[in-house]
């Protein structure tokens, strides 16, 4: 398989990002046609690369998610691990508040390659947030049985227990910070 025109390329990253603001703010029932006016381009480049609104939504995800894992793998244990894993739990919730309304749409037509993508994502994610976790341990900041696992569900749990409004995020975030000052060894 060839490698893309550079100027295909930069089209469908335009596209990707336009995408991410689009549907980030009016969920999965965006206008397409809104996406393809944001990139600057038109509906049939859209489409050329995005055959349809699930693949775009796996794309921009895709990304985001991407982005997310490399930022956990970026992760320093230094002297705050738990502050680390703090400010990565932070952006991941940003990252459910621009796409709760895609997710639902993504599970609904997740292919077997996406959710084994995914999972290869979500285990890199794991292994990085274990290795700060296993540090605040060994540091004598974290206490001890608490798993990456168990902060994604709890960051999750927190995300999808209330409506999506004006006050949302701040809700999280303060749920989050709360659990998160729980997982500090006494």
């Known amino acids: 398989m060839r490698k893309p025109r550079a100027d295909a390329q930069k089209n469908r990253e335009k596209l990707i990002d336009a995408a991410r603001e689009v549907l980030g703010g009016g969920g999965p029932e965006a206008s397409l046609e809104a996406v393809a006016r944001r990139a600057g381009v038109g509906i049939g480049t859209?489409?050329?690369?995005?055959?349809?609104?699930?693949?775009?939504?796996?794309?921009?995800?895709?990304?985001?998610?991407?982005?997310?894992?490399?930022?956990?793998?970026?992760?320093?244990?230094?002297?705050?691990?738990?502050?680390?894993?703090?400010?990565?739990?932070?952006?991941?919730?940003?990252?459910?508040?621009t796409k709760r309304g895609m997710l639902g749409a993504l599970s609904v037509v997740m292919s077997e390659e996406s959710k084994q993508t995914y999972a290869e994502l979500t285990?890199?994610?794991?292994?990085?947030?274990?290795?700060?976790?296993?540090?605040?341990?060994?540091?004598?900041?974290?206490?001890?049985?608490?798993?990456?696992?168990?902060?994604?569900?709890?960051?999750?749990?927190?995300?999808?227990a209330r409506e999506p409004g004006p006050e949302w995020r701040a809700h999280v975030l303060r749920l989050l910070d709360i659990f998160i000052d729980g997982l500090r060894r006494a």
């Open 123 to 160: 285990g890199r994610v794991v292994r990085a947030l274990n290795r700060l976790l296993a540090a605040g341990v060994a540091r004598g900041q974290i206490r001890e049985g608490i798993a990456a696992e168990d902060l994604l569900q709890t960051m999750y749990a927190f995300c999808y």
């Open 46 to 97: 859209l489409y050329r690369h995005f055959p349809n609104r699930e693949v775009l939504f796996h794309a921009v995800f895709r990304q985001d998610l991407e982005g997310l894992v490399e930022q956990a793998e970026a992760l320093e244990p230094g002297e705050a691990p738990l502050e680390a894993v703090r400010g990565w739990l932070h952006a991941n919730v940003a990252l459910v508040e």
